[in-house]
């Protein structure tokens, strides 16, 4: 008797919020959520959205599939009324920021994993267990660069990077010292160049793509990672996208020159196929 009465009461048992929690996320109304919403501050939502991207991250490092049963009780606990919007908003971050993917591989069980969507990288100096995170805050800085013409001002870099939520003047929970990461360690490693803006007072500095990244990825693989994003056909950017498909003809026709002297045509068309 006790006991069908608590089950009714306010104080549900762990085991009980748990399967109310499952039933509740994926049943959610706009309206519903919006109401949840309404009821918390823009900066409450904005740090249950980074745990759990953080939580997400850590999860991929170990290549453990996740469980919306886990997130639910380790990261949105008391959101739950605005899991929804958590999780789109997270999915977005991953996203825009890292290059991965929220994939939702059991549908029954609710079980997801995050796919990367980055281009070929091998960022040989990067530490495993933060690779993929740097990786995509990398691949954001390149297209970012290769979109602006090859070359952006600092200023610009930071600012794209703010308003993707990674502030170079504050300490990330993932990338620790953004400044330094992107100014030191990615220079040092030949991923980026920066470079004083010459006839500059006070000075100003640029960014553009260091020799490995050159050599790692391409500027078509660059492109279509940003159309991925944001859902566009890479030749919606015509000017970016005849600089690619030149890149990847001169490429190509360097592979017909080492490997198939005397073919006409056909060697080029099967490097052009492989690339694509």
């Known amino acids: 008797m006790a006991q069908r009465r608590r089950s009714k009461g306010p104080g549900p048992s762990q085991g009980e919020l748990l399967a109310a929690e499952e039933d509740f996320a994926p049943t959610q109304s706009a309206s519903q959520v919006q109401r949840s919403l309404e009821r918390l501050s823009p900066a409450q939502v904005d740090q249950k959205v980074s745990e759990l991207v953080q939580y997400l991250l850590v999860k991929d490092q170990k290549k453990i599939p996740i469980k919306r049963a886990d997130i639910l009780k380790n990261v949105i606990k008391d959101y739950r009324g605005v899991y929804s919007e958590i999780i789109k908003r997270a999915g977005r971050t991953l996203q825009q920021v890292f290059g991965l993917q929220l994939v939702e591989i059991d549908p029954k069980h609710h079980i997801y994993i995050l796919v990367s969507n980055l281009p070929r990288l091998e960022v040989e100096n990067l530490k495993q267990d ?26 610009a870099v930071w600012e794209m990077l703010r308003r993707l939520r990674v502030d170079p003047g504050v300490r990330h929970e993932v990338f620790g010292d953004v400044k ?23 000075p100003e500095f640029e960014f553009q793509w260091g020799a490995r990244a050159v050599k790692e990825t391409s500027k078509m693989q660059i492109l279509r990672f940003v159309a991925k994003i944001q859902n566009k056909d890479p030749r919606a950017w015509s000017t970016q996208y005849t600089e690619a498909a030149a890149e990847e003809a001169a490429v190509g026709g360097l592979f017909q020159d080492v490997n198939t002297p005397g073919d006409t045509g056909g060697a080029s068309q099967g490097a052009r196929r492989r690339t694509w």
């Open 130 to 155: 933060d690779c993929t995170a740097k990786l995509g805050l990398l691949t954001v800085i390149l297209s970012f660069l290769f979109m602006k013409g090859n070359a952006a001002k600092e200023s």
């Open 180 to 202: 330094k990461l992107v100014t030191e360690e990615f220079v040092r490693q030949k991923y980026l160049e920066y470079n004083r803006i010459p006839h500059t007072d006070p």
